[in-house]
């Protein structure tokens, strides 16, 4: 066998391909093409249906749940050649996971890194990430990255892990030495039915062989139920802002708009956190850094002077009017601010941080997603009314789903008459906010965060928040 492969177009010559039923498509209706493409075996969920007997084409009870085991075999378990950190939550995966790489970076030279912005590795100096589609990639391709990993002499790797890659059994081979548990919230409920299956199939990670360290921030509800649940073999880092018997505990904390300064307190040690991120809950994502960092080995003191080098990362509580972020001083307002909250309790928390830090009129441009969960559109509709002076309902990757449909559902939490308005065009909407805000007003373009696209139909059209939001602000300087 030369290779592994889900995708039958992606078949070679000596390739084994796994024929199983996905969620659009079923592996098994392109057992044939693979075959013809050259497939040296193919193996298949039978389910109730035995194919007639071939030696090449061989039934397997359950493959989708064996796929991440062959394919570590195959790849030699690359994830028992290196130290590897699970981070998992609905919000705050990507920064957390970028935000460890970069703080390990420092330390350790290269770090590799799988998740929602891509996978590669980071380098005090570079980052090289390449995007693979989804934020936990399929169990083969996960193998094979960190083959690649291990090949590259990487010692350390972090990986964001989704409810759907855990639901779909990517990880199930792999062995964690640290897991991270951020918060959980109302988030693709479609997928998993409820929040009591959602929280269960996020649970999963930390009962996972060999993990050694589990990280837990207690001031979610379900995070403090995972800290009670663990294991007692298993090194137990919990975090929090307002428990003081906490292991990682924040006081004295100073946020603007600029940034956060707060006293921590640890197993480790007390210090002094700086940092240019916004917000209590980026402050909450740093300490599960801290925390991730130093049971895995480094030094406390030297994790607490490398935070304040740590970046913000791109569409996430990302302030368009200062990308360089070298400085304490923002370019003339307003603020803009684009950031990746698509869920309800994202949202909140994104315009809660703002709501403190604005002089001026609050301003929220966001969507809903098509081809999504329908419940949390009007909650969300509600919590931007409730928190923001403006808010304007516009296309968030629509879909084929009526753009018009999905506002009017947003729009339906909104007591009407409220300060709320459509404009489906999003180029469009960003425009008019910027062009109307006053200096001292903040505008927070939610929803989209890093991507690069719009999604409209079945075509995706170029489309980036962080690019519009600079022509538009670069242009209203030129009117000033």
């Known amino acids: ?4 492969s889900l995708d039958s177009r992606l078949v070679k010559p000596g390739h084994l391909f796994f024929a199983v039923p996905g969620f659009l498509q079923d592996g098994r209706d392109y057992i044939h093409s693979s075959l013809q493409s050259g497939a040296e075996i193919v193996l298949y969920q039978p389910d109730k249906k ?3 007997d071939n030696e090449r084409i061989v039934p397997v009870a359950n493959l ?41 970076s420092f330390v350790n030279g290269s770090v590799g890194v799988i998740g929602t912005l891509g996978c590669g590795s980071i380098t005090a100096k570079k980052t090289d990430l390449k995007t693979k589609g989804m934020t ?39 062995l964690f030495e640290t897991a991270v548990f951020t918060n959980l919230s109302h ?93 209590k809950f980026n402050l909450q994502n740093l300490l599960a850094v801290v925390g991730a960092a ?7 003191d030297n994790v607490i002077k490398v935070l304040p080098m740590l970046e913000n990362i791109p569409g996430r509580m990302e302030i368009i009017n200062d990308t360089e972020q070298k400085t304490d001083k923002l370019i003339a307002g307003p603020v803009v601010i684009v950031d990746f ?17 604005c002089s001026g009129k609050l301003w929220c441009i966001f969507g809903c997603g098509g081809d999504r969960d329908q419940e949390k559109r009007p909650i969300m509709g509600k919590i931007a009314a409730e928190l923001a002076d403006h808010v304007i309902i516009t296309n968030d990757n629509p879909r084929n789903e009526s753009p018009k449909k999905i506002s009017e559902q947003i729009l339906s939490g909104i007591i009407p008459n409220t300060k709320s308005i459509i404009i489906l ?47 538009a602000l670069n242009n209203k300087e030129e009117i000033l």
């Open 64 to 104: 989708n749940q064996k796929i991440s085991e062959i394919s570590g075999r195959f790849y030699s378990y690359p994830s028992k050649k290196l130290a590897l950190t699970g981070i998992t939550g609905t919000n705050g995966k990507t920064t957390c996971t970028q935000l460890l790489a970069h703080l390990l």
């Open 136 to 174: 936990t990639p399929n169990p083969i391709d996960i193998q094979s990255i960190l083959a690649d990993f291990v090949a590259s002499n990487i010692n350390q790797a972090v990986m964001e892990v989704s409810s759907h890659g855990i639901s779909q059994f990517r990880i199930n081979s792999l």
């Open 50 to 52: 035995l194919l007639p």
């Open 187 to 279: 988030d693709h409920l479609d997928y998993h039915g409820n929040l009591e299956n959602y929280s269960k199939v996020k649970k999963e990670l930390f009962s996972m062989p060999g993990l050694k360290n589990a990280v837990i921030n207690i001031d979610d509800t379900f995070g403090s139920r995972i800290a009670e649940d663990l294991s007692l073999s298993i090194n137990k880092i919990s975090y929090s802002l307002v428990n003081p018997e906490a292991s990682i505990f924040a006081e004295e904390i100073n946020i603007s708009i600029t940034g956060f300064t707060a006293k921590i307190s640890s197993p480790w040690g007390q210090g002094e956190l700086k940092s240019r991120l916004i917000g």
């Open 294 to 300: 130093c049971s895995q080995g480094l030094n406390f």
């Open 341 to 357: 909250a698509h869920s309800p309790d994202a949202l909140k928390n994104a315009l809660e941080t703002l709501r403190d830090l």
């Open 1 to 4: 066998i030369t290779g592994l």
């Open 425 to 471: 065009d999003r180029r469009e909407a960003i425009n008019f906010s910027i062009k109307s805000a006053m200096q001292e007003d903040v505008i927070l373009i939610a929803g989209k965060g890093h991507e690069s696209y719009q999604l409209l139909g079945s075509k995706s059209f170029s489309f980036s928040d962080r690019v519009e939001a600079k022509i």
